[in-house]
Every structure is written in C-alpha cells, then in structure tokens.
C-alpha cells in the first residue's frame, strides 16, 4: 500500500495519523470542558464537565458511549482526540448526570467532541 500525505493527516500502511497541530483546542461550554469518563460500574459517558470531586463527577448535556467505533485509532484516547466514525449511533442527550464511580476523565477536541454531540439518536 502507498503513503499518502496531504496538508493534515498521513497515512501509512492504512493507518491514519493526523498532526498535532492541526487537533483543535478542548470544546468548552460556559468554561466547563467536554470530556469523556470511564467509571467502573457506570461505564463510558461524553458531556460537559460540570463538576468533579474525587472519583464522582456531573456532566451536563452527557451521551452514553456504550458501543462506538474511533474515528482513528481503537482507544477512548482515540475517541477524544479524533471522535467517532459518522455512522455510530449513540443514545440521546441527557441534561445531567451524576457518575459515582469514575476513574478516568479524559479531555475531548472540538472535532471529537462534534462527532459525539452531533451523533444520530440510537432508535430502540
């Protein structure tokens, strides 16, 4: 397989590498950052950061990432630097929600944050 290389991204062997400098800066509403957590028992959630103090945290306008496939990459790391591929479906928005049992909070980019915010609602 060929390199390709254009002004944001190379690829190599199929593997999509973008440059540091071209990831946006961290997605920011009324100060409070867009994250994403991993809890023990909870599992995976998107949304604003609106408060943490030890392992709980609220966020606000969160969705639940209980399947979903990395933009680029397979980590939640992943997830936050490049989001989501367009056609993951995630549940819908909730306004707030308390997590009790975090252990990893992750920081997202703008771009990533887009992919999830702007994900179609998962039909049941």
Do not use: F
């Amino acid at each position: 397989m060929k390199n390709k290389v254009d002004t944001e991204t190379l690829i190599i062997n199929g593997e999509e590498w973008v440059r540091k400098s071209s990831l946006s800066a961290t997605e920011t509403l009324d100060g409070m950052k867009y994250v994403i957590c991993r809890g023990y028992y909870c599992g995976v959630h998107a949304g604003y950061l609106k408060k943490q103090d030890g392992n709980h945290a609220v966020l606000i306008n969160s969705r639940r990432l209980w399947y979903w496939k990395a933009k680029s990459g397979i980590s939640l790391s992943a997830v936050a630097q490049h989001g989501i591929k367009a056609d993951n479906e995630l549940p819908e928005t909730l306004p707030e929600i308390w997590l009790g049992d975090v252990y990893e909070i992750i920081p997202c980019t703008k771009e990533a944050a887009q992919s999830i915010i702007n994900a179609p609602v998962k039909q049941q």
